[in-house]
């Protein structure tokens, strides 16, 4: 059981808006910013999105974060169909103390 | 761009100690703070601990008492060990690079994982 609860699969087609949200409590979204992943299969996951709207480097502006008390929404403008990946929200915790992970969402283009 | 690269012994059995390297590659330790995170096969994410450049830990408060991370900056390398391990900690085990930011860092460079198998 992932302490950030994230829906475990979402689908589009291309050119869709898709969002994925991401929702916890005080003391993590609450209190602290929240950070995007993408993970395709057999591979590392890849920072996306970090303090709750930055996008990473060389990720594309289709890609936008939010945050808003204790949720966040990662949501992927024109969708493609290399979108297709694992999304992976995460924040740290005051209590108790630490860097805690939403279960996934696989997304399905 | 640095290049993290994992490795250690990749098959245990119950109850033995896991000891994972990670070697920083094309980069200075400095500046930044180093996690270890573990994945199982199929599974989400789970986050073990960090430590900073100059030695400074958290742990996962689930994991603390069997987990250590250090750092040997001369080496330039920080390193997991995990005891008393059992076949639920079987997983591949990231190390990443954490950036720190107005709040608690983020996790923004990760190395390949490393397959850490137990058998009972």
């Known amino acids: 059981q992932s302490v950030l609860t994230q829906p475990p699969s979402a689908s589009g087609t291309p050119g869709q808006r898709v969002t994925i949200s991401c929702s916890g409590t005080?003391?993590?979204?609450?209190?602290?910013?929240v950070n995007w992943y993408q993970q395709f299969p057999g591979t590392a996951p890849k920072l996306l999105i970090f303090?709750?709207?930055q996008r990473a480097s060389g990720v594309p502006e289709r890609f936008s974060g939010s945050k808003s008390g204790k949720s966040a929404s990662l949501v992927i403008n024109g969708l493609q169909s290399e979108d297709e990946a694992i999304y992976y929200c995460?924040?740290?915790?005051?209590?108790?103390?630490?860097?805690?992970f939403g279960g996934g969402t696989s997304l399905t283009v | 761009q640095e290049h993290l690269q994992p490795w250690g012994a990749g098959l245990l059995k119950a109850s033995e100690t896991l000891s994972l390297t990670c070697s920083v590659y094309?980069?200075?330790?400095?500046?930044?703070?180093w996690i270890w995170i573990r994945q199982p096969p199929g599974k989400g994410l789970e986050w073990i601990g960090e430590?900073?450049?100059?030695?400074?830990?958290n742990y996962n408060p689930s994991l603390k008492s069997r987990v250590t991370i250090s750092v040997d900056t001369s080496k330039n390398q920080f390193s997991l060990e995990m005891t008393s391990m059992t076949a639920a900690d079987t997983a591949l085990y990231y190390c990443?690079?954490?950036?720190?930011?107005?709040?608690?860092?983020?996790?923004?460079?990760w190395g390949q994982g490393s397959l850490v198998t137990v058998s009972s």
């Open positions: 430590i900073s450049h100059r030695g400074g830990t």
């Open positions: 005080y003391s993590n979204i609450g209190s602290n910013a």
């Open positions: 990443v690079r954490g950036v720190y930011d107005a709040y608690s860092g983020y996790a923004d460079y």
């Open positions: 995460a924040t740290w915790d005051d209590n108790p103390t630490g860097r805690v």
């Open positions: 303090t709750n709207h």
């Open positions: 094309d980069g200075s330790l400095s500046g930044y703070f």
